[in-house]
């Protein structure tokens, strides 16, 4: 049992590239939860997915796409990377949609945009 | 204003101390993590909480539903407990979960 895993770890891309990061977890949980961080203002949430098939928009989901590809994996897209996206990505995962035990969270994704 | 805030924002103690930090919020919930992050590291779920009181080790959690107000207690505070220590709130209303900005703890030997 990995819990929640991401890939990859760190990353650097030059403005306008495009990239998609993934998460994967084998928990069987419904809800999945894409969030950045950055100094100061704390876990912002950009898109989440309540279910297989579903995704909404969270707090800060411009510039940014998902794919629920299943109940295992949820992806985060960049279309074309701008430096104000440079940030550490979490993904999370929660067993049911708004009732839950606890939250697990991936090690992050550390992004870095020149 | 934030709908969770957390104070103070920066704390540091000397080893053995007993640490409170405070977690206030706006909005209807359904429950409360706490969560740690040591620098550099990832995310880890400490407590989740819908009423009273959960105890770890050396970890307290509380919570005060009519108050809105949780507090994470440490006691006998060792170096390795410095790390971020973060408030997040399940609203009841939109069944998202709302961070605190956190809290940066440090603990000197």
């Known amino acids: 049992n990995a819990g929640v895993t991401q890939t990859p770890k760190f990353q650097v891309l030059k403005t306008g590239q495009s990239m998609t990061l993934q998460c994967a977890q084998d928990?069987?949980?419904?809800?999945m939860y894409w969030y950045r961080q950055d100094p100061g203002m704390g876990l912002r949430l950009i898109y989440y997915?309540?279910?297989?098939?579903?995704?909404d928009k969270g707090e800060v989901p411009n510039g940014y796409n998902v794919s629920r590809l299943n109940k295992r994996e949820f992806s985060l897209r960049l279309e074309s990377a701008a430096p104000s996206q440079t940030s550490v990505y979490f993904c999370?995962?929660?067993?049911?949609?708004?009732?839950?035990?606890?939250?697990?969270f991936g090690p992050g994704t550390r992004l870095t945009v020149l | 204003k934030n709908e969770v805030e957390q104070s103070p924002q920066n704390l540091t103690a000397q080893e053995g101390e007993f640490i409170t930090i405070n977690c206030s919020y706006s909005?209807?919930?359904?429950?409360l993590h706490w969560l740690q992050q040591h620098p550099g590291g990832g995310i880890v779920s400490l407590f989740m909480?819908?009423?009273g009181k959960k105890k770890h080790g050396r970890l307290i959690a509380t919570i005060n539903i009519q108050e809105k107000h949780s507090s994470l207690h440490i006691t006998a505070s060792h170096p390795r407990d410095s790390a971020v220590y973060i408030c997040?709130?399940?609203?009841?209303?939109?069944?998202?979960?709302?961070f605190g900005q956190g809290t940066t703890l440090q603990v000197k030997p």
């Open positions: 999370a995962s929660i067993p049911r949609g708004i009732v839950y035990n606890e939250q697990f």
């Open positions: 928990m069987n949980h419904n809800s």
């Open positions: 997915s309540a279910s297989e098939g579903t995704t």
């Open positions: 909005v209807g919930i359904s429950a």
């Open positions: 909480l819908s009423s």
């Open positions: 997040a709130v399940l609203s009841s209303n939109t069944g998202k979960l709302i």
